[in-house]
């Protein structure tokens, strides 16, 4: 699997999600099995380039190459402009945010409304490819099927975005008017596969080994992306690389391994955003831990208790205390089936 002539290790890529897969996650996902994993959106804006959340976002440190930035804009100029600034500050790869329908996003006219405009559309495109090429560094979309049910548009987007130069597109299969209801149907995927030469990757509601398969075959996609079931999860990559080469199910990880996992991802999340008593990093852990634990037996009510929980060492004692708790009863990870409520909804409050 190629993106323009950066080599990737496989085809099992972690999606982009804003407040979800920062340098921490991505990290834990990349160790985990993900051969690719795309940074939050970072705003076209310049005068929030400067901001403590868009600067933390384009913090690359240490990060397992290739780094890849996501860009959101609505102006040409600025979007080209953007992808210099990240490239600057180590971004290998640049894709462009045409998939996102969160509110914040949307009504500035980016994410997912541009596909409602392609002539936009494309000027954005064009602007971030003439940025990116001089550089050698290649340019992607990501975007949903279409902007509404009768307006699926993807595949015309695909074939502008590929003529302009574009290394590979994603493809979400709802629509913009869809937000996260309903199933994503991947008929919209296999048609962009069929009338473009790059590589095409299949997202929407990959959530088992499975329907990894069963998305690939269906779509004839180079790759898959995963992002809500990787949340608590990341061990899903490494469980679908398994099972796409052996046809066997690896094992639950450990509750021992699990809870290492997690300590490492706090410890690193809290790097990143600080260990202050009730500041960003112990207020933001709260939704990975949650996440976690959820679908455990007992999850939910440490869950309710963890949320109380107002400083960074509090919380490793309680996760710590917790799971080896569950370790005098269980040596895996019970299989349960993922709870899947609310997750979004979470984070696009
Ligand atoms: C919390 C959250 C934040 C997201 N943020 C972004 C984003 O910043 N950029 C983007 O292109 N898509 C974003 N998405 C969409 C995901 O990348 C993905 O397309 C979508 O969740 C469908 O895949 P899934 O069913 O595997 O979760 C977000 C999704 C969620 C749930």
Redesign the pocket.
Known sequence: MQIGPIRLPNHLFA???????DRPFRQLCKRLGAGYA?S??VTSRKDLWTSLKTSRRANHDGEAAPIAV?I?GTDAQMMGEAAAYNIDRGAQII?I??????KK?CNKWA?SALMQDEPLALQIIEAVVAACAPRNVPVTL?M?SGWCEAERNALRIARAAEGAGVAMV?V?G?TRAQG?KGS?EYDTVGAVKAAVRIPVVA?????SPEKARDVLAATGADAI???????GRPWIFREIAHFLDTGEHLPAPEVAQAKAWLLEHLHDHYGLYGWDDDGTGVRSARKHIGWAVRALPGGEAFRARMNLLGSCEAQVRAVTDWFDELADTHHRLPRTAVDEQG??E???A
């Open positions: 999606a982009p999600m804003a407040g979800v897969t795309v939050e959106m996501q959101a894709d945010n045409m998939g996102c329908p969160a996003v994410g990501k949903r994603t979400h709802r996260y994503a997202n929407g509601d990959i959530d992306m995963i992002g809500r079931a990787a949340q997750t979004q979470e984070a696009f």
